[in-house]
T-cell receptor, first 113, second 115 residues
């Protein structure tokens, strides 16, 4: 069964600095991959998704992610972080039957002034 | 499009009591999902409806849990004889379109605390 792993539990970056959040997947075929953000007291919001085509995916709020099959990775990046980006970020893929999402444990992002 | 709504937002109950949560999906979304999220973890899939049919249930959904979507619109999740281990955030999501690549839209969740 496929799964996603987010190696970093917590990351702190300074406002204006670049950001990269790691996600690794384990799946033989091309996975369907997603990044969601969850702010305190809020539901999960989709940032971007990948299922085929261009391996560099653009999302909302200035985020992008790159699918790298050779590294089994789908890392999320942002060139310049804003204080409002502080939140929990989840990488996810679809289950075998496409009926459910399988989420990583999440990475909590703290943004320093 | 008013988004996915969930009620109540918070629920505190005593062990052994029954609780019921409601989810109102985005109108005309035919798929509805329930997830559970415990502290420090990502959401875990519980069950899935296509219209009124419950098509998949996770092993996490013990026999104390039951979900319904009687008219293919709103859904309820009931937990009977609650246990302290049931304390979690219960999230609902809805979607439509091509299965697998469609976007699931999440509600704000219902946070359950079992004392």
């Amino acid at each position: 069964a496929q799964s996603v792993t987010q190696p970093d539990i917590h990351i702190t970056v300074s406002e204006g600095a670049s950001l990269e959040l790691r996600c690794n997947y384990s799946y033989g075929a091309t996975p369907y991959l997603f990044w969601y953000v969850q702010s305190p007291g809020q539901g999960l919001q989709l940032l971007l998704k990948y299922f085929s085509g261009d391996t560099l995916v653009q999302g909302i709020k200035g985020f992008e992610a790159e699918f790298k099959r050779s590294q089994s990775s789908f890392n999320l990046r942002k060139p310049s972080v804003h204080w409002s980006d502080a939140a929990e970020y989840f990488c996810a893929d679809r289950g075998n039957n496409n009926n459910d999402m399988r989420f990583g444990a999440g990475t909590r992002l703290t943004v320093k002034p | 499009d008013t988004g996915v709504s969930q009620n109540p937002r918070h629920k505190i109950t005593k062990r052994g009591q029954n609780v019921t949560f409601r989810c109102d999906p985005i109108s005309e979304h035919n798929r509805l999902y329930w997830y559970r999220q415990t502290l420090g973890q990502g959401p875990e899939f519980l069950t899935y409806f296509q219209n009124e049919a419950q098509l998949e249930k996770s092993r996490l959904l013990s026999d104390r849990f039951s979900a319904e979507r009687p008219k293919g619109s709103f859904s309820t999740l009931e937990i009977q004889r609650t246990e302290q281990g049931d304390s979690a955030m219960y999230l609902c999501a809805s979607s439509s379109g091509l299965a697998g690549v469609e976007t699931q839209y999440f509600g704000p969740g219902t946070r359950l605390l079992v004392l």
